[in-house]
């Protein structure tokens, strides 16, 4: 690889502000909590448009996933009775790349500020991307997935 | 934000191979494009259980992107026609952090090879994570996009 490729540095666009202060145990009902995305004022003009979707895809830096040696193998959502997985078949936030990927519900953009609902990332998270969700694009009709995933 | 959250540093986890050496255009059938990803020989292990699903998400370096300063509203899909929009309501790899999100077919894992199919990325780009995909939670049922989309 060139230099490039060999160094890629991500820059914030923005920041995660809520209430969840500390990793919720497993099973959280993320799903309903209320989060402001409050996106780099000189940016501000980049999200025009994104209004017209009614679910975006937030890219942002798990910041407080677990350093240091990563185990490959894990429980999913750390159920020790279940069967290990590679850590790349689950969804744990300690990932050689801490990036969470998270498709919400677009509730309102004012200004630089996108109010979303149901975003799994703890307050003050970086923010490294938004990109509209195309349902033609992003989901999949037909998918299949192992018997120990349960939702 | 503290020194941890300023400084984030993406390591490849591994690199797209296939036959697509520079961007097409608009419109190329990526759909059916075969790739190989080749994960880091140290992180084999790491895709134990993955085979079980259809479908895989893959985040990915865009590295032949634009670089420099970026127009912070463009004509989507390069239609000059259409009214501009903000980049982070379209999906042009010209956007602060150049990370690619493409969910994708998972034919065959072979050790620490994944063929693939349907991944819009370049030979050479590298691959910054691999993530199951989750119907339940990737996926949203009635999703709303404006209609200048037409995929």
Known sequence: ?????????LKAIGIVRNEIKEQPKVGYPWKSVISEIVIDSSLTEALDGLEGFSHIIVL??????????????VHP????????????????????????KATVRLLQRQG???????????????VIDIKPYLPGYDSVADARVPQWITN
């Open 60 to 73: 942002y830096w798990m910041h407080q996933a677990a350093s240091g040696k990563l185990p490959l193998k």
């Open 112 to 126: 630089n500020i996108l109010r979303v609902e149901g975003l799994d990332a703890l307050d003050g998270s970086p």
């Open 1 to 9: 690889m060139d230099d490039e490729q060999s160094t890629m540095t």
């Open 77 to 100: 959502m750390g159920r020790k009775a279940g069967p290990v997985q590679g850590l790349f078949a689950v969804r744990t936030p300690n990932r050689p790349n801490r990036i969470g």
